[in-house]
């Protein structure tokens, strides 16, 4: 089995560190995917940036189908090097902001690329719920949260909630 890793909260100062890069070959990466992906599929999540869990490396794991037939992937330093002028608003969630949600706009198609864990290059154009994913986790790897996309009274009215939150949960 595999293990399942701590999530993260706000307002783990690692969460806001920039990710460095993964080195081609880290002998790590395989099996640190799986644990993210098998913590992500428990949290129950669509996605997952290594800060998330305390490693500060590029690397996401998304699935916007588990309930389905899974369809993970895998994006070793995944970048973004196109992104639509038309906006799309959508309702976000955060697996290091349990509980809180917002309607966050982004770009609403965008053009990722990143290698896969064989090695390969990889590109993929993206709409919809994939492409808010993608944003979102690839925020992450530079110390983003969706909140930051927020108006300042709307992301403290957030952020304080969900601080009274978690310390009521400390008390259980």
């Not at 154009?125 to 492409?131: M, Q, T, V, Y």
Request: proline residues 8%; contains cysteine.
């Amino acid at each position: 089995m595999t293990d399942i890793l701590p999530i993260l909260y706000v307002p783990d100062p690692r969460l806001r560190a920039k990710a460095k890069p993964v080195t081609a070959g880290d002998p790590r990466i395989p099996a640190l995917a799986e644990q993210m992906l098998a913590t992500m599929y428990k949290a129950p999540g669509i996605g997952l940036a290594a800060p998330q869990v305390g490693e500060l490396l590029r690397l996401v794991v998304i699935d916007i189908r588990p309930d389905e037939k899974p369809d993970p992937m895998v994006l070793v330093n995944p970048e973004i090097v196109a992104e639509s002028k038309e906006l799309a608003t959508r309702e976000e969630g955060c697996l290091s902001l349990p509980g809180q949600f917002a309607d966050v706009t982004r770009p609403a198609r965008v053009k990722v690329r990143w290698t896969d864990l064989a090695g390969a290059k990889r590109e993929l154009e993206a709409d919809g719920l994939l492409s808010a994913c993608l944003q979102h986790e690839l925020d992450h790897l530079d110390g983003r949260l969706f909140v930051d996309h927020l108006s300042a009274l709307k992301r403290n009215m957030l952020l304080r909630k969900l601080a009274k939150e978690l310390k009521a949960k400390e008390r259980e």
